[in-house]
């Protein structure tokens, strides 16, 4: 059996457009997932993380990943900075 390691990979804003167009026109999450070439689950993630109360929007979405991601950089230098 072997081992592989995953690599995980942040949705860039193209993808998200693409997330955006293919659930305007209905399409299933699954088929969503295999046309942008995530899994399933990372594309549930990113809806239930990005959606809002109008639902999915690429650009409101790429904004809180952003947003997200420089918090989360910002706090794991405050940590490393503060341990010895």
Known sequence: MSTQ??????????QRYQIEA????????KEIAVSVGISESALSRELSRNANDDGYGAESAHAL?????????SLAKQMNDTCP
């Open 65 to 73: 990943a952003s947003q997200r991601r420089v918090t989360l950089q």
């Open 5 to 14: 390691t995953r690599q995980y990979k942040q949705l860039t804003q193209g």
């Open 22 to 29: 293919l659930l305007r026109t209905y399409y299933m999450q």
